[in-house]
């Protein structure tokens, strides 16, 4: 399955939590934290990988990643 995590994925610093937030813009509400820049991207691996497990369980379209997404 890990072929199919190409979608985008954005990770900022939250000073509000205290944690590097990653979001996946493209499988909404997919998101997750970590205290480290890496352990953040490990944790949104995950969440992708059970996003997509339940998006294909449950009959879901699973979006195809559009590449860089362009933001103001």
């Not at 979001?23 to 944790?43: F, H, I, R, W």
């Not at 294909?56 to 933001?71: A, D, H, N």
Request: hydrophobic fraction near 40%.
């Amino acid at each position: 399955m890990k072929d199919i995590l190409k979608h985008e994925i954005v990770i900022y610093w939250s000073k509000e939590y205290g944690h590097f937030i990653a979001e996946v813009p493209e499988l909404s509400g997919c998101m997750a934290d970590g205290k480290t820049y890496e352990e953040t991207l490990q944790n949104v691996r995950i969440v992708m990988e059970e996003w997509i497990e339940t998006a294909r369980e449950k009959g879901w379209e699973i979006p195809e990643s559009k590449g860089k997404l362009m933001y103001a």
